[in-house]
């Protein structure tokens, strides 16, 4: 059985009341997302020559987290270490093991990339 490492924040994009235009304010909604693990999800870059067993470049983080507790979607950012990510992609669910009836290992696996400006 995997344990719960350390616990992100999902920011969900909601809209809220209207603004004098009439336009609905965004606003994000703060929801806790306790995960197994975070790691840097690397890829070779082309300013930096390959190097076998090595990604020189932090392309952003994965986050690998429990099928049954919530999830970020497409819209949503998540807080971690004090920096806001974006979700990148769609979350890559693992729940159906066809090779066995119980499927013991299950969770979700999401890739964050954080932009500046």
Same mark, same amino acid.
């Given at each position: ?16 009341? *209207? &603004?004098?235009?009439? =336009? *609905?304010? /965004?606003?994000? #909604?703060?929801?806790?997302? @306790? +995960? ?9 870059? /082309?300013? #930096? $020559? %390959?190097?076998? =067993?090595? &990604? @020189?470049? +932090?392309?952003?983080?994965?986050? %690998?987290?429990?099928?049954?507790? *919530?999830? $970020?979607?497409?819209?949503?950012? +998540? #807080?971690?270490?004090? /920096?806001?990510?974006? !979700? +990148?992609?769609? !979350?890559?669910?693992?729940? =159906?093991? $066809?090779? %066995? ?7 979700? !696996?999401?890739? /964050?990339?954080?932009? #500046?400006?």
């Amino acid at each position: 059985m995997r344990r719960i490492t350390q616990t992100l924040t999902i920011l969900r994009r909601v809209e809220g009341e *209207p &603004d004098r235009y009439g =336009n *609905p304010v /965004l606003v994000w #909604e703060r929801t806790a997302w @306790p +995960v197994y693990a975070v790691a840097p999800r690397g890829q070779a870059g /082309l300013s #930096e $020559p %390959f190097e076998a =067993n090595r &990604d @020189p470049i +932090v392309k952003g983080l994965q986050v %690998f987290a429990p099928a049954d507790g *919530p999830s $970020p979607a497409a819209n949503d950012r +998540v #807080e971690h270490a004090g /920096l806001v990510w974006t !979700v +990148v992609g769609d !979350v890559a669910r693992w729940d =159906n093991n $066809p090779h %066995f009836t119980r499927t013991t290992q299950r969770g979700i !696996v999401v890739n /964050l990339d954080r932009t #500046e400006g």
